[in-house]
Each structure stands twice: as C-alpha cells, then as structure tokens.
C-alpha cells in the first residue's frame, strides 16, 4: 500500500522517520510530498495513494475525486474542518484524527501568547501578572484540559464552559464549570478558545460576546480563524481600547487588527502544534492508525462513521 504524507507545513524530521519506520515496517511504501505550494501538487500526488497523511491541509472533493485508489486520510491532529466529510464518506474513504497527540503543544502557545499580551508585547512599560486573573476556557477537550493545568500553576481562578462536557467533568479537573458562554465572557479576565469550526461555532464569537468581558479583557485563539467574528471584533475593539486579542491563526483582516495597536498579536504561521513532541506524538499515531486500518480494518478514530 502507498501511503503519502502530504504536509504544507512539514512534520519535524524526526517525526518523519518515524512514520517511515512504522509505515515500512508494515510492508507499505512511504511517499512525501512537503512544502508543496500548489493544490496541482497534492493532486497529482494523490492520484495511486492509497492512505494520506495531513495536518492542516485541504482535501475537498476535487482531491477525493484524484485519489482514486485512496481508502484513508488521517488528519494528524484534533481538527478535521479542512476534510470535506461528506464527499469523503460518498467515495467510501475512512477520515480519522488523532485526538490529544498535539495538545499539550497548543496548550502551552496559548500561555506564551498570554504572557506576552499581559506585558504589553514587551514594549517597555509594566504590564501585569497572569497570576490571580480568571481564566475562562471555552470548550473542555483536551487542549482546554491542558490550558487548566497549566493555568493552575499560574496562580490563575479557572472556569470553563463546554456545550457537550458535563459540569460534573469540568469540576472533577478543579475548574469552575459555568452555565453558558456568556458567563464565561462575563466574568473572566482572559478567555481562551478552544472549540472546533463547526456550521455551529463560526462567527459565534462577536461583538456581543467579546463585549462582555471586563476592563482589560484577553481574547485568546489558538482554534479556529473561522470562530471569529472579524468585522465584530475588530468594531468591538476600536471602541474598546482596554482589549486585547491575540491569535495563532491569522485573521483575514490581519491589516485591519494590525492598526489596533499594542492589542493585537498573531503568530505569522499557525505555531500551535508545532512542536517536535507533537509532530512525532501526531504523526506517528497517524502512521500506526494507517496499519491498523490495513490490518485489521480497525476505525476506533474515524469521524465520519
Ligand atoms: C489541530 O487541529 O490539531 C491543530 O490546529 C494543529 O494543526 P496543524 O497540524 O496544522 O498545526
């Protein structure tokens, strides 16, 4: 079996290795297409691949439809909005993720992020301290997880609010759960997201919500760019000199969030996952799901079932 890894943003090499070893140690042939910057690229790649390893990488119908010897794509990661499910479960191929392979990565951007916006982007002047602030987590999967356990050693009071998590869950991790996100915004000095894009999510994060927050409120988004509420946010946020926003995902009005200035910051890349542990934790469950698929036809992390 061919399997392709096909990463815009590449794995570390070590992580590579890694998924050669397991791919050829099951009898499967290995192909890399890296860095690749046409989608012509990924197509003609695709085309005898009979498995497919991604990250953020965009398999729509057009790629479904190159790939036709394809059996399997797996998302080396948590989000799968960029696989066009429908299209892929209408061609009979398996999508999976790897759940929580790369969270604690994510989870530890979100404080570096954190630390800079509350000095004041290293300007000079005195910012303040995370510690004592309320931090609101917005979803509790398994990076808003390990943003509470990070945030418990900040000193930081932390709450959390999950439309499918149980309060029950979120109070047995020493979190505060809350009843809605409106109270997470409410009160909370900093809000960290982490709810996937979803017809549900998107856009739901806007002017009336943000606009919630406290004096001196920071958002934080190391989830989705299409969570957002841009042209909201960006209103809020002229009229709201106290905010500040700081993303791993940059926005479409990346200029316009620029002119706010000193209340912005995005990483240039997404740089969330992008860690060694990560690519080779994701990478090589992404590789070892690929066997046991071919194997033993197991589907345990298959999202469009
Ligand atoms: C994920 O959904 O796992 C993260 O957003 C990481 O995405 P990446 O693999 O493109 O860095």
Do not use: W
């Not at 998924?19 to 890296?34: C, D, K, P």
């Not at 910057?37 to 498995?51: G, R």
């Not at 409410?186 to 809000?191: A, G, K, M, Q, R």
């Not at 997201?193 to 934080?220: C, F, W």
Request: proline share 3%; hydrophobic share 45%; with cysteine.
């Amino acid at each position: 079996m061919k399997v392709l890894v096909a990463t815009e943003k590449p794995f570390a090499a070590a992580a590579v290795d890694g998924i050669r070893q397991e791919t050829e140690a099951a009898g499967n042939e290995l192909v890399l297409l890296e860095k690749y910057t046409e989608k012509a690229q990924l197509l003609e790649a695709v085309k005898d691949a009979d498995a497919l390893i991604i990250r953020s990488d965009k398999v729509d119908a057009e790629v479904l439809e190159a790939a036709k010897q394809l059996k399997i794509v797996v998302r080396a990661g948590a989000g799968f909005d960029n696989v066009d499910l429908a299209a892929a479960t209408a061609k009979k191929v398996v999508v999976e993720n790897t759940p929580g392979q790369n969270s604690n990565a994510v989870a530890e951007l979100v404080f570096g992020m954190l630390v800079y916006a509350v000095r004041n982007f290293y300007n000079g002047k005195a910012g303040t301290e995370l510690l004592g602030k309320k931090l609101g987590i917005l979803a509790f999967g398994n990076v808003g997880r390990n943003v509470a356990r990070i945030a418990k050693g900040f000193g930081m009071d932390v709450y959390a609010y999950d439309a499918y998590c149980p309060a029950e869950v979120i109070e047995s991790a020493g979190v505060h759960a809350v009843a809605n996100q409106e109270e997470l915004f409410e009160l909370c000095d900093v809000v960290s997201l982490h709810i996937p894009a979803t017809p549900e999510t998107k856009q739901s994060i806007n002017y009336d919500l943000v606009g919630k927050m406290r004096k001196g409120g920071i958002l934080a988004n190391t989830a989705r760019k299409d969570v957002i509420d841009e042209p909201g946010l960006i209103k809020l946020m002229q009229e709201r000199p106290d905010l500040k926003y700081v993303t791993d995902i940059k926005p479409d009005a990346d200029a316009e969030f620029a002119q706010l200035e000193g209340r912005y910051f995005s990483t240039p890349k997404k740089m969330g996952a992008q860690t060694q542990e990560a690519n080779i934790n994701a990478g090589i469950a992404a590789a070892k799901q690929i066997t046991a698929f071919f194997k033993d036809g197991c589907t345990k992390f298959q999202v469009n079932k």
